[in-house]
Nanobody, 120 residues
């Protein structure tokens, strides 16, 4: 059973920076990618950034491109967030796409979320 534990959220002024961390633990047959999503009050959860398990490819939402950087070190994924804006305020969720066993389909596991609040 894979579990994700996020940390690093908090309150920051507009223009500031924060780094989120997400540590994965547990056994799985294979892992495919890790990423970050966010959900602001009254809005649907949206994609922010992702990185393949090999680290060869990264993907970003247009709204964060050039400001956020995703990286991975072993079983931990990071989201470096610079030039934060009030519209970045949301609960940020970490996710990992895994294949629990050779017979099972690819499954997405979610973290519990961490609040990021950007004050203007």
């Amino acid at each position: 059973q894979v579990q994700l534990v996020e940390s690093g959220g908090g309150l920051v002024q507009a223009g500031g920076s924060l780094t989120l961390s997400c540590a994965a633990s547990g056994r799985t047959f294979s892992s495919y990618a890790m990423g970050w999503f966010r959900q602001a009050p009254g809005k649907e959860r949206e994609f922010v950034a992702a990185i393949t398990w090999s680290g060869d490819n990264t993907y970003y939402a247009d709204s964060v491109k050039g400001r956020f950087t995703i990286s991975r070190d072993k079983e931990t994924v990071y989201l470096q967030m610079n030039s934060l804006r009030s519209e970045d305020t949301a609960v940020y969720y970490c996710a990992i796409d895994i294949k629990p066993s050779i017979e099972s389909p690819i499954t997405r596991v979610w973290g519990q979320g961490t609040q990021v609040t950007v004050s203007s």
